[in-house]
């Protein structure tokens, strides 16, 4: 497996909670017009016959993946179709509020309007949190005039008096200027005549009057009502267009208002060789106080926008429209070549959503989504340091065009600080609502994980849910203290008591469908009553230990992979042996004949497809699925996370392959060795540090040697049972006992792969991988600050057949503990790990009472009562 994929959280956190300025966007439709217009059309320019092909392009099978997410339905788009009328009918504004959640405020171009059938732009305001604005078109503007004062105004006006027309323009564009809803004017001049029109000098009088004089005609001779919408395709002379433009810039320049230019992309009614953003540098320098919004990135000609936003102080590049109507490589190259040259601080955004709600969720959703790959890869690189980073997100989102259209917003930017303290379980109880619906869920399943690594949960009807949220108050759980003091069999070890409460948070962020049709699931920070950290808390006990990494400047991905062992009822053993291992030909790693049977009805490779469906749909990535070496023994390696929600993914996994595979009648176990001759089972995880210069080995190497510094204490928390020492043994690929590291060596516990990607080979399913990773990383951090040196050499071979004076030159001298209670010890003794002493002491305490149980069994015993549990 590889850990190629960049984890940013002060970058991430900044995309997701910064609202966002819709610097350009269009009315919706009305609720009775919105069926008259082709949904398709949210996704593509093309219209007519050419709209039916837009199916078969990237950006609309894009757009059919995040809106079927969002509407919890099959990712076709004859699905999302039904799906988005049943919204419309059951929910229209509920559903309006979901699309613009996270938008700020929206300035709308109403020029738009299709007669009448879009809304106001003042109703969008119930759906932002500021109030949106109005961008004013100014094509519009001179039809309207035209329409009211010269075909059907006074007849003694002389029609064609382009002076006249010119005077009722300006006063018309003076008071509009005047209006403090009216932030900007925008021209769609490129749809008409082309961006190559007239500076003001160069303006034919005569021919902009005949223009006039063509259009008032045909519009008295007509003999059917004219409209300044039934015009407003008929001005279309280079001369009479050009007038109207430089009528409107020096008023514009005057207040202060900018001035919009589409560009590039567009429909068919556009001449796209005069679209290209770099005709307009004349007018650009004609009006050098005059600011200017070239929109739509100017696509395919995004690098002469950028060109002229970075030349001239008084335009500015919008980045819009690519989101939602091109690939994702491609918005991913739009903003590349807009940051090769421009300034962030020139950089507007966009949805130019037009029509239907569903345009603003997927453009916002892509444009998020976009930024966290680009401006994750430049902090990688080290082309922008994260905080940097953050700043251009906060602009680009937010500040640039509050700033240029002196808007008033009710919501402030975060601080670095308080980005960095952003937490998804502080989610508003209406998106956590509309997430839940869009997840279509009945139960809410709330797990934790305790000192036994047992999952627990408990279920909640969806009722019940959206009734606590839907009054404002969080969702909470109250809990025993006594859940992180019991064995598996609930009894309580001596050191707790029944007295005192925790509170259970749900962790949004960490909601997966799952692992049953219906269900979703997450998992629980606990707290105090009084709302304090809850230092025993799993999750909370790797966190801090992400953050005392983070303070080091470190940061990391993790990748488990899941080794488990199906097994099958035995119908001849009621009350033993319940379960007998998976009957198959000829089992053995890697081997094909494992799936040969996919599709018979009861046989596991049919379970397969379910579990791999059913994790796709939870939205946990796998790299690989195969067999491995033990009778019916798999295994699942799972796409690399940051820490937290690394162990969270595993988890959840591990569900969905219990619940899947129970479902078709096998038992699956995640035992270390259920079988003496054979190979055992682990939970193997690759470790890479993810920040700027981690693949250096002057950062990687004092990280490693602080693991292997404290390995026999932190093999207490991955190697956590008593059966997992079974496993633990030499030359047989499951890490030995022998604290030693190589590259490429599976068999020594610590494998390098490449760089600062190295895997823990002894850890298995047994583990809470909480409490196993924050050892690793808190060790590893150790390592880092005291600059550790890696004084054991890169070992190639067996260190169980060297001779001593062989592992000597290696720096191999120390072993592992050789069982849980020898390990528990080291734990104890090791008081330079760091980690907090009364998590340590429980755990021990915990794991005491554990082996109480566990000893005096035998051990077939014990591999039923594990087989049983895990």
């Known amino acids: 497996m590889t850990l190629a994929y960049n984890h940013l959280k002060l970058l991430n956190a900044a995309i997701d909670t910064t609202p966002l300025i819709d610097n350009h966007a269009h009315p919706l439709l009305t609720a009775e017009n919105v069926s008259k217009h082709p949904l398709l059309s949210i996704a593509t320019e093309a219209n007519g016959a050419a709209l039916e092909d837009s199916k078969k392009s990237l950006a609309h099978l894009r757009a059919v993946k995040h809106l079927s997410s969002a509407l919890g339905c099959e990712q076709t788009w004859e699905a999302v179709e039904a799906a988005v009328e049943r919204k419309r009918v059951e929910s229209r504004d509920a559903w309006v509020k979901r699309c613009l959640d996270g938008i700020e405020t929206i300035l709308i171009d109403d020029g738009l309007d299709v007669q009448g059938q879009a809304e106001t732009y003042s109703w969008h305001d119930q759906f932002t949190r500021s109030g949106c604005k109005r961008i004013v078109r100014i094509e519009t503007v001179a039809a309207d005039i035209i329409a009211e004062h010269f075909i059907g105004g006074d007849p003694s006006v002389t029609s064609w008096n382009i002076a006249l027309f010119i005077s009722r323009m300006e006063g018309e564009i003076w008071r509009l200027a005047a209006d403090p809803n009216v932030v900007a004017f925008k021209s769609i001049v490129c749809y008409r005549t082309g961006l190559d029109f007239f500076l003001s000098k160069d303006i034919n009088l005569d021919g902009a009057g005949n223009a006039l004089a063509g259009i008032i005609s045909a519009g008295v001779t007509s003999g059917t009502p004219i409209s300044g919408f039934s015009l407003r395709k008929r001005i279309a002379d280079s001369s009479l267009n050009s007038l109207i433009l ?53 696509y395919p000609w995004t690098r002469e926008m950028a060109y002229l936003a970075a030349m001239y102080p008084n335009v500015y590049a919008d980045i819009g429209e690519v989101f939602p109507c091109i690939s994702r490589h491609g918005q991913e190259s739009v903003l590349r070549e807009m940051l090769e040259l421009c300034p962030w601080s020139k950089i507007l955004c966009s949805t130019d959503g037009h029509g239907f709600p569903e345009m603003y969720l997927i453009a916002t959703t892509q444009l998020r989504s976009v930024l966290k790959t680009v401006l994750g890869d430049l902090v990688q690189t080290q082309q922008l340091q994260e905080k940097q980073a953050v700043q251009l997100v906060q602009d680009i989102l937010f500040s640039n065009s509050k700033k240029l259209y002196k808007l008033e917003t009710k919501s402030t930017l975060l601080s670095l600080a308080q980005i960095s303290t952003v937490s998804t379980t502080n989610w508003s109880n209406q998106t956590v609502i509309q997430k839940l619906q869009s997840l279509n869920a009945k139960y809410l399943r709330i797990y934790w994980h305790d000192y036994t690594s047992s999952n627990k949960c408990r279920l909640i009807p969806i009722k019940q849910v959206f009734k606590t949220l839907s009054s404002d108050k969080p969702l909470t759980v109250s809990l025993t203290k006594a859940s992180f003091g019991m064995t598996q069999v609930d009894v309580m070890i001596p050191q707790v008591s029944a007295t005192g409460m925790y509170t259970a948070h749900p962790d949004w962020s960490s909601l997966k469908s799952g692992p049953v049709d219906g269900h979703v699931s997450c998992y629980a920070d606990f707290t105090e009553l009084d709302g304090s950290e809850a230092i025993l ?93 033990a009778p019916g023994q798999f295994e699942l390696v799972l796409s690399p996370l940051p820490p937290l929600e690394a162990c969270d993914s595993v988890l959840h996994a591990r569900q969905i392959l219990e619940s899947v595979s129970a479902r078709h009648g096998f ?25 700027p210069g981690g693949d250096q080995p002057e950062v990687y190497e004092p990280f490693y040697a602080g693991i292997l510094e404290h390995f026999r204490a932190i093999i207490a928390f991955t190697n956590s049972n008593i059966t997992s020492y079974e496993r633990m043994v030499d030359s047989a690929w499951a890490g030995g006992r022998w604290i030693s590291w190589g590259t490429q060596n599976k068999e020594l ?71 849980l209670r020898e390990a528990l010890q080291a734990l104890y003794l090791d008081d330079t790990l760091g980690l907090d002493p009364e998590f340590v002491q429980r755990y021990i305490h915990i794991k005491e009472a554990e082996l109480a149980m566990l000893e005096p069994m035998t051990p077939e015993e014990r591999r039923e009562w594990i087989i049983e549990r895990y």
């Open 246 to 298: 430089h009528a409107v810039a020096p008023i514009a320049q005057e207040h202060g208002k900018p001035i919009q230019f589409h560009t590039g992309l567009g429909d068919n009614d556009i001449t796209l060789t005069k679209s290209s953003p770099s005709h307009l540098q004349a007018f650009i320098e004609e009006y050098p106080i005059l600011q200017i919004v070239l929109l739509h990135s100017g």
């Open 537 to 629: 808390c799993p999750r909370t006990i790797l966190r801090n230990a992400v953050n005392k990494a983070a303070d080091q400047g470190l940061n990391f991905l993790l990748g488990f992979e899941v080794e488990f062992l199906v097994m099958e009822r035995n119908p001849d053993a009621p009350n033993l042996d319940k379960f007998r291992t998976l009957r198959s030909d000829g089992h053995s790693w890697s081997v094909s004949r494992a799936f040969s049977d996919w599709g018979r009805e009861g046989s596991f490779a049919t379970a397969i497809d379910e579990i791999l469906d059913s994790l796709d749909a939870a939205g946990i990535e796998i790299d690989q699925f195969h067999p491995e070496n």
């Open 667 to 691: 038992r699956v176990t995640l035992h270390p060795k259920p079988f003496a001759t054979k190979c055992g089972s682990a939970s193997h995880v690759h470790m890479s540090i993810s920040s």
């Open 749 to 819: 516990p610590l494998r390098k792969i490449e760089g600062s990607h190295w895997e823990v080979k002894v850890l298995d399913g047994l583990a809470n991988p909480y409490f196993a990773v924050a050892a690793l990383l808190t060790a590893g951090t150790d390592g880092v600050r005291r600059k550790a040196p890696l004084t054991w050499k890169d070992c190639a071979g067996d260190p169980a057949r060297f001779t001593t004076e062989e592992r000597a030159k290696l720096g191999i001298e120390k072993m592992f503990p050789a069982d």
